[in-house]
Structures are given as structure tokens and as C-alpha cells.
Nanobody, 124 residues
Framework: QVQLVESGGGLVQAGGSLRLSCAASGRTFSSHVMAWFRQAPGKEREFVAGIRWSDIATYYTDSVKGRFTISRDNAKNTVYLQMNSLKPEDTAVYYC?????????????????WGQGTQVTVSS
């Protein structure tokens, strides 16, 4: 089993920044993927960004490219999402997820473990 604990959400004005963290513990993998998803009220869970642990390859959804950066700290088993130039449409619950192996997938059903989520609210 893998446990994921997110932190760093909050309320911020449009144009502001937040950094989300997701600390993983428990079972370890050699070629896993960690990703961030988000879900706004009444909408489906949406892929935001992902990173493959072995080669630090990254992938972003178009709407956050140039504004968000995903990174990881191998020693801490932690993945981060730096979010800059936030917009009201970024408001959602953000979830951290782990896929045991393979490439960075956009479909939330391809991920095996999930955190509890952290709320990000961007005011206009």
C-alpha cells in the first residue's frame, strides 16, 4: 500500500502563487509515476501534471503549461506542484496520485493510489 498526504492548498488572489506538496510513504516502486489531478464542483477529475520518477520526465495539460511546474524530491519521496499566475478557473480540489508503472497517463482510472485532496481557491 502507498499513503499519500497532500498539503499547501488555500485561498489566493488571481495572479498569485501556491505550492502543493505530496509526501508518499509505504510501498516503493522503481518506475512509478506521480501526478496531480484536480476536480471542480460538477466536473470530472482532470489531469494537471505528471512526473515519471525514474527519468524525471514531465507532462502537463495545456491549460497550465508555462504557469505550473511539477518536481520531485527523491530523498523525501515528495512531489511538488508550483502554481504561478493562478486564475479563478484553477479553483478545484487538487489530488496527488501514483501509477505503479508505465508512462504518465491522463486518465485518472490508470492510477492506483490517491491522496485525500487539498482545496485551492483562486479569487478574482
Amino acid at each position: 500500500q502507498v499513503q499519500l498526504v497532500e498539503s499547501g492548498g488555500g485561498l489566493v488572489q488571481a495572479g498569485g502563487s501556491l505550492r502543493l506538496s505530496c509526501a508518499a510513504s509505504g510501498r516503493t516502486f522503481s518506475s512509478h509515476v506521480m501526478a496531480w489531478f484536480r476536480q471542480a464542483p460538477g466536473k470530472e477529475r482532470e489531469f494537471v501534471a505528471g512526473i515519471r520518477w525514474s527519468d524525471i520526465a514531465t507532462y502537463y495539460t495545456d491549460s497550465v503549461k508555462g504557469r505550473f511546474t511539477i518536481s520531485r524530491d527523491n530523498a523525501k519521496n515528495t512531489v511538488y506542484l508550483q502554481m504561478n499566475s493562478l486564475k479563478p478557473e484553477d479553483t478545484a480540489v487538487y489530488y496527488c496520485a501514483v501509477r505503479s508503472n508505465g508512462w504518465i497517463a491522463r486518465n485518472w482510472r490508470d492510477y492506483d493510489y490517491w491522496g485525500q485532496g487539498t482545496q485551492v481557491t483562486v479569487s478574482s
